[in-house]
């Protein structure tokens, strides 16, 4: 035991030392805005170069409202990042073209109302479903430290544009559907800040 306890102590005390080393090449990061939108999204950047590295992010939002539709699913977020300034590997003001495949479980409560054989109102609880799959892209313009050879923070913004389309599972289409996809189709604006760890 007390050997494993002095292994471990060897382990902890050569870590700090691991990124002088060698040059750091990847990256782990989460973002610290998702929680708010109750998403967990994290990110794995690879260094290609000093002036380019590729990126990949994997997000899951759970139980998320947007109007009267609620929504749950994830996404896959590849991109490039060009560093434009000459600060060494995944550091400094960048450019990142992007890519983005999203699907959603949607649903959408809503109050069905007949009149029954005696002539009285009939009101029941219904709940509409469906499925969402968006392919979109767009371009992110952002600025990443490394603070300590270790500390990764990031913050990024840029447009980005999705289209989709819904399946129904009741057979309804987007003229009568009582679930709402605007927020999540068409032009947007893509932002985060992410903070995270180099080796």
């Known amino acids: 035991m007390k050997k494993l306890q002095f292994l ?9 030392g691991l990124g002088r080393a060698q040059d750091l090449k990847n990256g782990v990061k ?9 998403t967990v999204s994290g990110f794995y950047e690879r260094s290609v170069n000093d002036n380019l590295s590729a ?3 994997v997000f899951y939002t759970f139980g998320l409202n947007t109007a009267d539709t609620r929504f749950s699913g994830f996404g896959v977020t590849p991109e490039f990042r060009f560093y434009v300034m000459d600060k060494g590997a995944m550091q400094g003001f960048y450019v990142a073209p ?4 999203q699907t959603f479980r949607l649903e959408a409560d809503y109050t069905e109302v007949d009149i029954n054989a005696s002539g009285g109102i009939v009101e029941r609880e219904q709940t509409e479903k469906a499925t969402f ?12 430290w490394i603070f300590g050879k270790r500390v990764m923070f990031d913050i990024y913004l840029g447009p980005s544009y999705n289209s989709g389309s819904v399946s129904y599972e009741d057979g309804r289409d987007e003229n009568n559907s009582e ?8 032009f947007g604006i893509r932002f985060g800040t992410t903070l995270g760890v180099a080796f």
């Open 8 to 16: 471990f102590l060897i382990v902890l005390l050569a870590l700090p």
């Open 30 to 38: 989460l973002n610290l805005l998702s929680p708010f939108v109750r």
């Open 55 to 57: 990126q990949l992010g």
């Open 98 to 101: 992007f890519l983005r495949y």
């Open 133 to 144: 799959s968006t392919f979109g892209g767009g371009v992110l313009a952002g600025y990443q």
């Open 179 to 186: 679930i709402e996809v605007r927020s999540i189709n068409g």
